[in-house]
């Protein structure tokens, strides 16, 4: 089994930027790739970034193309979520996730809930305009 904590979330002004990491506990050797989905209230979730286990192969969503960038430090078993020029449609909880098998397939088609067996608890990013 796999454990995934999240940390980071809060609160900021729109523009400004904030970390999110997630860090794994347990079988993480089995781990071969992790990212990030959000869901703001009444809305579903959304794939935002996944990268291949130890870097390389990245997927962003198109909405966050260019301002979030994610990276794995395989050392640590964390990744990371940078998030820059933060708008307030960005406002939700956000969940780091891992499934042990590739998700490069997954990129062209974007990722979904299902695709990810492992989640963590969530953490909140509030951005206000």
């Known amino acids: 089994q796999v454990q995934l904590m999240e940390r980071g979330g809060g609160s900021v002004q729109a523009g400004g930027s904030l970390r999110l990491s997630c860090e794994a506990s347990?079988?993480?050797?089995?781990?071969?790739?992790m990212g990030w989905f959000r869901q703001a209230p009444g809305a579903e979730r959304e794939g935002v970034a996944a990268?291949?286990?130890?870097?390389?192969?990245?997927y962003y969503a198109a909405s966050v193309k260019g301002r979030f960038t994610i990276t794995h430090d395989n050392a640590k078993n964390t990744w990371y979520l940078q998030m820059n020029s933060l708008k307030s449609e960005d406002t939700a909880m956000y969940y780091c996730?891992?499934?042990?098998?590739?998700?490069?397939?997954?990129?062209?088609?974007?990722?979904?809930?299902?695709?990810?067996?492992?989640w963590g608890q969530g953490t909140q990013v509030t951005v206000s305009s």
């Open positions: 347990g079988a993480t050797d089995s781990l071969s790739c």
């Open positions: 996730v891992a499934r042990v098998t590739s998700c490069t397939n997954l990129w062209v088609g974007g990722i979904v809930p299902v695709d990810f067996g492992y």
């Open positions: 990268i291949l286990s130890g870097g390389g192969s990245t």
